[in-house]
T-cell receptor
């Protein structure tokens, strides 16, 4: 039931782009994306609801393909502050707010 | 900006002792959750709470765990007899309008 994230780790130079994928074997109601810095709580980035939508703010955007049960997070022109672990949290079936998280993707942005 | 408040931020306890982790959810939110994150691992769902009762719990949430909303504002997680493997960050979260808000977490260390 746990979603699978890929890749497990990414190393970028400032200004480069990255894509993080999240795939589920179950039908999803929504996908949440979070970024977590070491020793801190997960910080909500965005949510995508079933219906297949794309969202974004600043240089971070995401898409949700309901049919394929997968979501992708797009980080463009990465900044040093983007470093951290990115988790997708999936809501299976109905709107309960219960999230099942992927194993995380570690992103490191170097100067 | 609304926030979820957790206390204490760090608790050290001896194996076998009882601990109570406290959370003050955002006031008009109705869905409450506890999640756990063992160091270096993904965030794991423990339990969800709605309308003053447990709505769902994971296999991790065994008889040693309980949740309460004792006074209408606080939301507590009790571990009756702590084990070494209970050492983790525990996050409280609330959910409203498709957005989950995480507290800063309590780091529980069982020695």
């Amino acid at each position: 039931q746990q979603p699978v994230q890929s890749p497990q780790a990414v190393i970028l130079r400032e200004g480069e782009d990255a894509v993080i994928n999240c795939s589920s074997s179950k039908a999803l109601y929504s996908v949440h994306w979070y970024r977590q810095k070491h020793g801190e709580a997960p910080v909500f980035l965005m949510i995508l609801l079933k219906g297949g939508e794309q969202k974004g703010h600043d240089k971070i955007s995401a898409s949700f393909n309901e049919k394929k049960q997968q979501s992708s997070l797009y980080l463009t022109a990465s900044q040093l502050s983007y470093s951290g672990t990115y988790f997708c949290g999936t809501e299976v079936g109905v709107n309960t707010g219960k999230l099942i998280f992927g194993q995380g993707t570690t992103l490191q942005v170097k100067p | 900006e609304p926030e979820v408040t957790q206390t204490p931020s760090h608790q050290v306890t001896q194996m076998g002792q009882e601990v109570i982790l406290r959370c003050v959810p955002i006031s008009n939110h109705l869905y409450f959750y506890w999640y756990r994150q063992i160091l270096g691992q993904k965030v794991e769902f423990l339990v969800s709470f709605y309308n003053n009762e447990i709505s769902e719990k994971s296999e991790i949430f065994d008889d040693q765990f309980s949740v309460e909303r004792p006074d209408g504002s606080n939301f507590t997680l009790k571990i009756r007899s702590t084990k070494l493997e209970d050492s983790a960050m525990y996050f409280c979260a609330t959910y409203m309008n498709t957005e989950a808000f995480f507290g800063q977490g309590t780091r529980l260390t069982v020695v």
